[in-house]
């Protein structure tokens, strides 16, 4: 009896373990099981890919299908390798690996850890602005202006209007602003009076800029709307974008010869603040969004936004917040801004 007792007792289910043990027995693993850090170099060196990649994404060449201007316009997006690898890592049972991923993390929140943890956004303003490509093709000219106006914005800037449409745009907004101007598919609508409004030359041959001076009670500001041109991903010639870079170039002497000295750019850029291709006009204004925003603010697509191609910058201006709009029935997101003049 006093036998089978201890076997039973020798036998029987020692519980959970405590942390203390698991700890230890963690301990004993990394310094005893030699493979767990020679196993999963391949991965580490994957990280530490990832980590040169996001951190030197200014040196790689645009020469071979604008490979830089396509990693640039989705770079925040180069955080979401992070896990994929730490959970090959995980089932690799590497250490290495897993240490090594603290490189990739540490580049992307010093990118944008910024944008996604901090609210920058304040109260106050002098003038409201928003901006929407509204897409050629919307079923629901009428409604898509209304839901922009709903934003309340001093401001509203529309891209992308075919001649069949504008006047549904111009007589869905003509109640809240009296004052208006389109050039070409780009239009301006204002409750304050504009003045000076003109198309700018972006080296298209067809009108899809302008500019136009708003008279705001704190004074003159020069408003400029623009929509540079697409750009393709395409297996046989990479992102191409040189006719859109064309056009910004020129964007941004016509910003840089802009005699007011504030300013506002509303628009769809077909390119994010990271693209290098952009620098003419990013170079000398600031985004709303990096600035005073909350979060990325991508606008598209509406569906699933993965990208904030649609801007709106200043100079001379001091940003408060920045937001995006609900969706219309537009492939883009309309955003909008408040800035202190």
């Not at 985004?287 to 925003?293: K, N, Y």
């Not at 995006?324 to 801004?337: E, F, G, K, R, V």
Request: with cysteine; hydrophobic share 45%.
């Amino acid at each position: 009896m006093v036998q089978a007792y201890r076997a039973e007792t020798e036998n029987a289910d020692p519980g959970p373990r405590r942390p203390g043990t698991r700890l230890r027995a963690l301990r004993h693993r990394l310094t005893t099981d030699r493979g767990i850090w020679r196993r999963g170099v391949l991965l580490a060196l994957c990280a530490v890919l990832l980590t040169l990649v996001m951190m030197l994404h200014a040196r790689i060449p645009n020469a071979i299908g604008n490979t830089g201007s396509l990693i640039e316009t989705f770079l925040p997006w180069f955080g979401l390798f992070v896990p994929v690898l730490l959970l090959l890592g995980l089932l690799r049972r590497s250490a290495t690996a897993v240490v090594a991923l603290i490189l990739p993390v540490a580049v992307w929140l010093n990118l944008f850890g910024g944008l996604l943890f901090a609210d920058k956004s304040g109260a106050g303003g002098d003038l409201t602005v928003a901006t929407h490509n509204v897409n050629a093709g919307n079923p629901d000219p009428a409604g898509t202006a209304q839901q922009v106006a709903g934003s309340d914005a001093d401001v509203v800037a529309l891209q992308e209007l075919p001649d069949g449409k504008v006047a549904a745009y111009e007589n869905a907004l003509a109640g809240r602003y009296p004052h208006h101007s389109v050039q070409g598919t780009v239009g301006l609508w204002s409750k304050y009076p504009l003045t000076d409004s003109r198309p700018v030359d972006i080296k298209l041959g067809w009108t899809r800029a302008m500019r136009a001076t708003v008279a705001t009670p704190e004074g003159p500001v020069s408003v400029f709307v623009a929509h540079l041109p697409s750009v393709r991903v395409k297996l046989d010639a990479g992102f191409t974008a040189s006719q859109r870079d064309r056009s910004a170039d020129a964007l941004g002497e016509a910003i840089a010869d802009e005699p007011i000295e504030r300013v506002v750019l509303l628009g769809d850029l077909n390119g994010t603040m990271n693209d290098r291709s952009l620098n003419a006009v990013t170079a000398q204004m600031r985004s709303t969004q990096g600035a005073a925003g909350d979060g990325f603010g991508f606008s598209w697509p509406a569906a699933f936004p993965m990208a904030r191609i649609d801007q709106i910058m200043v100079r001379g201006v001091e940003p408060l917040s920045s937001w995006t709009l609900p969706a219309t029935d537009s492939d883009h997101l309309p955003i909008a801004a408040r800035v202190q003049l």
